[in-house]
Structures are given as structure tokens and as C-alpha cells.
């Protein structure tokens, strides 16, 4: 096993960001698991460890990871941004049982099945209303015109929150989000900016959950509100930063599933031309393209323990990043890992995650990614990529093109 040095280089370079998946096979063959000091985590790129990695939260924990970056930072700066701290001490995504299991549960029991299914005309609606935009315009950026604003926007709505504030939500994610773009490594900027971004957040929430007290209403977050009035529910901390993580997670995500999903297709024209003669491949198109290129490349936890695996030692209160991107693309489970092809039967990837934390959001993003590339397809036959250079953020945690123009 390789602890440290020679790919860190390459981990933080221009080429990994723009194609992280040669720099994930060589690790998986020279170093599954690897110490990243540039990271400052242990990387872990084959999929049974990945798998082990998530499926053990006696061993790896998702509580506490926040405080692990803040420790970083020198005790002045940490004082000053308490408030991120104290925000991410609770929480669904950064808990562990018994906690977790009765956020989850509670959520669950709101954010159902059939919520989702209803919703289906409305994506279908706004996706229209976005195509009918870019057709008048005649080109596209699919990102900022298409698969942002289309989660943006279901959202939001699905929480209470009304349209026209969705710029907002953008710029409290992307803040917020910036606190995780470097692994395990943080920046003072950075945490002031998520701590300021996520506190005229927590108030625009919060004054949402003061209006639904005052009069019950039947969206997301008026039924979180009821659940909190129940006893042994949420409090009000919890209904918080369980709002939150919808308004953070609930649309980026599955913007990225849409921009690189998109960006597959155009770039596999023998795949598309499937998907034009059978639609009905489009559930197998979503999960290939999940598998493919995932929106979230990485896990996170913190080892409960000194963990051993295949002869390495993890020590105690360690970071560990289980790739699962690159877990996705291990040829021991996936065939000629790096085609992309929608007919694969597969139903293994973890671009979701796995076990208990495995995202809950999954349903939503798989019908709004559906819905959106193939009315996208369909509409604009003749879209093509219009020879601009691909740019890719640089960011640890989220796979995501800065823009994807086209002419349609």
C-alpha cells in the first residue's frame, strides 16, 4: 500500500478534475487505499472496500466530519464560526444511530413515494417551459438554463419556498458546498463564507417555519413543522438543518445528474440514437449515466476505531473517502467498466451511496433526470455541442460542469 506521495500531484491537477477516471484505475491498481495528504484523507478506490466503508457505520462515522475540517483552523477563527459548528452537529446526513434512525424514519414517513409521484406533471411542465426558452433563443447552456433551474425550481416549490427566490438557493449551495470542494482540507475564506451563506439561510427557513405554526399548510416543510409538534420529533434545530439539506442537496445533485447525463449522450451519438428508437430505455439510460459519471464522487466518514484493511491500518479518527466513482467503474463488478452504455444490466453502483445513509433524495433525482433528458432529446433532435472547451469545477466532493452550451 502506497501512504503518501505520488498521486497527490495528480489528484489536485487541472486533468483530474476534467477526468478523474485513468487517475481512479491507477489508484485501484497501485494504491486502493491511499493516504492523500493534499486530501487529508484516505482515499479508497476498489468497490468492496468502498462497499465495506459504508455498509459499517459501527466503524465509520458520518457525525463529527464538519468538526473535523473546522479543527484546522486556529482557535480565534474557530471561535468566530461556532455557528457552522453548532449547525452541523445535528442532522440526518451528519448523525449516527440512534439518531439518525429516528431523523430518518420521521423523514421518511414525510418526504414519501407518493410525494415524488406527484409531482411528475409539474417536472414535466417546467422542463417544457425551459425547452420552449432555449428553442426561441436557439442555443442552450444546459446547465444554467436547463438542469439547474428544473430542480431548482421542484424544490423549492415542493418546500414552500416561492420561484422567484431560487437565485438565492444557488448562491447559499454553491457557499455552503465550498466548504467540502477541497476533501479534507479547509480554508478560513471558506468557512466564513458557508457560516454567512448558512445563516441568512437558517433565518429565510426559519421565518417559513414560523409562518407554518401560524397557519398549517400541505407542502414539505409544513409537514416537517406538524412532525416537530408531535412528541419525541423533530425540534426545531433538527427541522432546520433537515431543510436545509433539502434546499443544498435536494437540487444540485440532481442538476449534475442532468448536465452530465446530457454531456454523455452528446458525446455517445450510438447511445442516443438508441434512446431515440426506444425510449423506454431511459430508466436504464439514468442509472448507466449514475454509474457512468457520478454527481457525487465521493463518500465521507470518520473511522470509529483503528480499521484494518487488506493488511493497511486506518487509525482511529481518521477521514476515509470511499470513491464512489471509482467503485463504479471497478472491473470486478462492472464489465468494460469504462463504456457507457445504456442497455447495461446493472443494478450494483453506488452513485447514491449505500446502507443506511444512502440518499434519500434517490427517487426524486431518478424522475426528474428522466423526465428532463428525455423531453431534452426528443425536443432538440439536432442539439450538438457547440466546440467550446469543457470546463469542470474543481471540486472534490461534486462532479459538475461549470456550463455545458449547445446549439439546439
Known sequence: MVRT?????????????????TIYRDLREQAPIYWCEAWGAWVLTRYDDVMFTLRRSDLFSSAGRVKYLLRQLPSPARQQIAALERHYDIGLAHSDPPDHTRLRMILTSVFTPRM???????IAEVVD?????????????????????????????????????IGLFREWAVAINRLFERGGRITETSARAAQDS???MRDYILEMVRERQRQPQDDLLGRLVAAESEADRLSVDELVSTAVTFFVAGHETTTNLIGNGA???LQHPDQRQLLREDPALMPDAIEEMLRYDPSVPRGWRIAREDVTIDGQTIDRGALVFPILAAANRDPAHFPDPDRF????????HVAFGYGIHFCLGAPLARL????????????LPEMQLDGSPLSWRHDVAIRSLNSLPVTV
Open 5 to 21: 506521495g505520488g498521486f497527490d500531484a495528480q489528484l489536485t491537477s487541472d486533468a483530474f478534475f476534467a477526468e478523474p477516471y
Open 116 to 122: 415524488i409521484a406527484e409531482r411528475r406533471a409539474r
Open 129 to 165: 417551459e425551459l425547452i420552449d426558452r432555449a428553442l426561441d433563443a436557439g442555443h442552450m447552456d444546459v446547465i444554467a438554463d436547463f438542469a439547474y433551474p428544473l430542480p431548482a425550481t421542484i424544490i423549492a416549490e415542493m418546500i414552500g419556498a416561492p420561484r422567484r427566490d
Open 198 to 200: 448558512l445563516y441568512v
Open 263 to 265: 454531456l454523455a449522450l
Open 341 to 348: 452504455d445504456i442497455r447495461r444490466v446493472q443494478d450494483r
Open 368 to 379: 426528474e433526470g428522466a423526465i428532463a433528458l428525455e423531453a431534452l432529446f426528443r425536443r
